[in-house]
């Protein structure tokens, strides 16, 4: 019995710790599927002596008013006989505590340090273990004691927060209630009994306390409630005889209380029927059975939460990676291998594996044709502006035969419109491609560990990109001025074939000007432009893909690896300077790990092991 209850002592010590390093949603769910024993009661009821007479020291604080401000989790270790009794809080680590008056104003500056030396209480707990050969294996949550009125010095709100930090508790289904009423007070007015009957109408989690038996006046008794005639539970209820106040004044021993507490109920002529089950060491038994048949009720479940929690965080700690290397040569074959990761995850991007490469196509399909539609050409070609361009191209002399150098000015002039869709085209795939760097960086998940490697390898890949924009970019105005530089002569060829079938394409000198005449030569251009239109709407797409894509695909970080390995081991260690908040998550995550495979190994070896 003391192996299993021992066991989940064990494990909730251990969750306890893990708990002061950060919220982590298993760590509850842990805590909360494993049985815990809260102590429920009103302010003076006598928790601090039942708890007390539990362990077999004086060790809490006391006074009047509120005493207990602040939740302790008490866990008792049964240790081997003649062992001496030592204490040890969570907050001060490994350090005993032999003398448990310290062990007391410990308790009482740990909730200060809290709440202050005010009336004030806390939900945030006080973790503290007894080791003793004298007490079963437990734990024990005592609780701020219920109140119905503030007192000075606390607000008028403290009453319903005790009230909701108790509910916190006891509304867990795990929880049982160790529920303590004073005997000299009507148990229907009990707080204890008021709040157990809401959260377990039936009685099947409270273990109902009856203290101060000796204090009852005279010619009454509590049998009625210790039978269960007066409010019956599906466990008997426990009655005990406190330490009075001259026996706490006078350090009476606890071993002589426990002995005076005996001799109480046997020699009573009310209890003496009831004596064999009356008393805190008769308590403490029953609190331990009654806990080790909940623990193995529980420990299927216990033991699924613990192995799903097992596969979620191997999966964590994979996602997570290992620890960065030290050596140099190892630190550089991890950079490499991470840009690596990077590198195929964004020539997925551009292949079609991921989505965000069918963007650069629609700036070929969509973007540059309709920039090419909206040029204003019209404008360019109109009559005046023919008219304009034509004669200035004469100079003092007419054109013998056709306005060569109008038709050259006009071409020229038309085909620089093309200049800035293919700069467009250029700049459009530029943003895409960095889009897509910053994107397959977010999604390298090896890289999230090193935020200073992320940042070098985006600037290095957006550096390169850079230099690909800038060769793209001369590559298609080059194109658009090939066009200009030298015209296609066949085009041209063909019109007086075309004009004989229509009329001589020769005019004179007076006709030069003529409406027919200029729209005949707007046309003639509007249909070369249109032709050298069509050409670089397919030989752009071509040269940026070529010059920006192509490239990015094939050496994106060349330039990064040639830097890198150039780099001095310092340097290499700057790079993987992992991110700090990565690094106490995977210390977490291994510490948890650690506690649920031991945990899981413990119970195996505890239930079936024997």
Avoid at 263 to 284: D, K
Wanted: include cysteine; glycine fraction near 6%.
């Amino acid at each position: 019995m003391e192996g299993v209850i021992g066991l989940v002592n064990k494990i909730q010590r251990a969750c306890t710790l893990l708990g002061d390093y950060g919220d982590d949603r298993t760590l509850p769910t842990l805590w909360d599927a494993l049985p815990t024993i809260v102590v429920l009661g009103g302010q003076s009821s006598g928790k601090s002596s039942v708890l007390e007479s539990i362990v077999g020291r004086d060790f809490l604080p006391r006074g009047s008013g509120i005493v207990t401000r602040r939740p302790l989790v008490l866990q008792l270790y049964k240790i081997e006989p003649g062992q001496q009794d030592y204490a040890q809080f969570l907050h001060t680590g490994n350090k005993k505590f032999l003398d448990f008056a310290m062990v007391r104003s410990e308790i009482q500056q740990e909730t200060d340090r809290v709440t202050g030396k005010t009336k004030q209480i806390s939900p945030l707990p006080i973790n503290l273990s007894i080791y003793s050969p004298n007490v079963v294996n437990l734990t024990l949550v005592d609780l701020p004691g219920l109140t119905k009125v503030a007192v000075e010095g606390q607000p008028e709100s403290i009453v319903q927060e005790i009230e909701d930090m108790v509910r916190s508790y006891v509304e867990k289904p795990n929880c049982i209630l160790l529920a303590i009423t004073p005997a000299n007070q009507d148990v229907a007015t009990s707080d204890a009994i008021k709040i157990a009957r809401e959260v377990d109408p039936a009685g099947e989690r409270t273990i109902g306390v009856l203290t101060k038996l000796d204090l009852m006046d005279k010619g009454t008794n509590a049998l009625d409630v210790l039978e269960g005639r007066s409010y019956r539970l599906q466990h008997p209820w426990v009655g005990l005889v406190n330490r009075s106040q001259a026996d706490i004044n006078k350090n009476l021993d606890m071993v002589v209380a426990r002995r005076n507490e005996r001799e109480f109920f046997a020699t009573s002529p009310e209890y003496g029927h009831l004596a064999n089950r009356m008393g805190s060491e008769y308590l403490a038994k029953l609190l331990s059975k009654h806990l080790e048949s909940v623990i193995k009720a529980r420990v299927p479940a216990i033991l699924s939460l613990i192995n799903t929690s097992i596969d979620e965080l191997e999966a964590e700690m994979s996602y997570l990676g290992r620890p960065v290397a030290i050596d140099a040569s190892a630190q550089l074959y991890a950079i490499l291998e991470l840009c690596r990761a990077f590198d195929r995850i964004f020539k997925e991007h551009l292949e079609g594996g991921r989505p965000g490469g069918d963007r650069i196509y629609g700036v070929f399909d969509y973007q540059l044709p309709a920039a090419l539609r909206k040029l204003p050409l019209d404008h360019h070609l109109a009559m005046q502006n023919v008219r304009k361009v034509v004669s200035q191209a004469d100079g003092y002399q007419p054109h013998l035969i056709a306005p060569e150098q109008g038709y050259r000015r006009l071409i020229d002039g038309a085909l620089n419109y093309f200049r800035g869709p293919a700069e467009a085209s250029v700049d459009a795939v530029h943003f895409i491609l960095k889009e897509l760097v910053k994107k397959s960086i977010g999604e390298t998940q090896e890289l999230r560990r090193y935020p200073t490697l992320q940042a070098e390898i985006a600037s290095a890949a957006i550096e390169a990109l850079e230099r690909f924009r800038s060769d793209s970019k001369k590559t298609v105005l080059r194109m658009v001025e090939m066009e200009s530089s030298y015209l296609t002569v066949d085009f041209f060829r063909k019109l007086p074939q075309d004009a004989d079938k229509g009329g001589s394409p020769i005019s004179s000198s007076a006709d030069r000007y003529t409406e027919g005449h200029l729209r005949r030569i707007g046309s003639n251009i509007s249909s070369y432009v249109g032709m050298v239109s069509d050409t670089l709407r397919n030989t752009i797409p071509k040269a940026v893909v070529y010059c920006q894509v192509r490239e990015a695909k094939r050496c994106l970080l060349d330039h990064f690896y040639t830097q890198l390995g150039k780099k001095e081991g310092h340097r290499l260690s700057q790079l993987l300077d992992e991110d700090p908040v990565l690094m106490e998550r995977r210390q977490k995550c291994s510490r948890r790990l650690e506690l649920y495979k031991s945990a899981r190994d413990e119970i195996d070896s505890t239930l079936w092991g024997k």
